[in-house]
């Protein structure tokens, strides 16, 4: 029996390294890798229906793990060899309803 595994993805964490001169934050990108994380492209309907209601270009779907606590909205990751950007909000099941080892998802998009 086979069983799924997921890649390592390197999300970057904005930490607040400080202000401008108008008092406005200033945020630095930190790496970290997440192990286990799912990949998925979504499909051409999908990519259609999410440009029509968000005018982004989805590309892949991405699976957490249940027990991962990274805050994925709107971050930069980082698979395959290219650089990529969450959006949309982060969509998670109950826990204990979900089979497997994921059990919330975002979307990514192309970033440039």
């Given at each position: 029996?086979?069983?799924?595994?997921?890649?390592?993805?390197?999300?970057?964490?904005?930490?607040?390294?400080g202000?401008?001169?108008?008092?406005?934050?200033?945020?630095?990108?930190?790496?970290?890798?997440?192990e286990?994380?799912?990949?998925?492209?979504?499909?051409?309907?999908?990519?259609?229906?999410?440009?029509?209601?968000?005018?982004?270009?989805?590309?892949?779907?991405l699976?957490?793990?249940?027990?991962d606590?990274?805050?994925?909205?709107?971050?930069?990751?980082?698979?395959?060899?290219?650089?990529?950007?969450?959006?949309?909000?982060?969509?998670?099941?109950?826990?204990?309803?979900?089979?497997?080892?994921?059990?919330?998802?975002?979307?990514?998009?192309?970033?440039?």
């Amino acid at each position: 029996m086979m069983r799924i595994k997921g890649i390592a993805v390197t999300l970057y964490n904005k930490e607040k390294v400080g202000t401008d001169e108008l008092r406005r934050p200033i945020y630095e990108e930190k790496p970290e890798v997440v192990e286990n994380v799912l990949v998925s492209p979504v499909t051409a309907e999908d990519v259609v229906n999410e440009f029509n209601l968000t005018g982004k270009h989805a590309v892949y779907e991405l699976a957490i793990p249940k027990d991962d606590e990274h805050v994925w909205t709107d971050r930069k990751v980082s698979f395959f060899g290219q650089d990529w950007r969450t959006f949309g909000p982060v969509i998670r099941g109950i826990e204990e309803n979900i089979p497997g080892a994921w059990n919330a998802k975002v979307k990514v998009e192309k970033y440039e």
